[in-house]
């Protein structure tokens, strides 16, 4: 079972390492971590991908809001929330495969944003889902770097919610 933790923390120096910390004290994993400053620059946002049975999943949430450092804690399912992941990833290419890159660039929605004669840099900013299967589809050429972000998520609109 999988669930995401949308954690507001203070932003200072030191936060990023214990709540690592916890997760790492309890032999929980992270799957995936995205930090940023929210609209208060005193205040952070993590997103925190994790898995496990559903007592472990609220093991870490309770621990979680015993921090001092943390100010709140929503946890939710993929199911419940629109989630985005950025890739970037650096192809070289050939002028036998070029249009085959560029035909599954459109297919799947990414952008080239950076070519020169032998290499191109490609964006897709999808689900998690959509950018593995992205990945996977590259995979057959000659790939040079690849850096992505961690999940990004919010709750879906819900009138509840206003």
Known sequence: MKR??????????GVLSKVAGLFWRR????E??????????????????????????????KQ????????????FAESESVCRELLLIKLRYTRA?????IETCQLMDATIIDLSESMMTIQIC???????????????????EI?????????????SAL
């Open 4 to 13: 995401i933790y949308s954690v507001l923390v203070e932003n200072r120096s």
């Open 27 to 30: 032999g929980f994993n992270i």
């Open 32 to 61: 995936s971590l995205a930090v940023g400053e929210t609209d208060d620059p005193k205040v952070s946002n993590m997103i925190i991908v994790s898995s496990g049975e559903g007592h472990i999943l609220e093991q870490i949430e």
């Open 64 to 75: 979680l809001n015993k921090k001092i450092d943390v100010i709140k804690v929503k946890t």
């Open 97 to 101: 495969n070029r249009k085959d890159i």
């Open 126 to 144: 999808d689900t998690p889902e959509h950018v593995n299967n992205f990945m996977n589809m590259l995979k057959k050429f000659r790939i040079v």
């Open 147 to 159: 850096t992505r972000t961690g999940t990004l998520a919010l709750t879906k609109c819900t009138e």
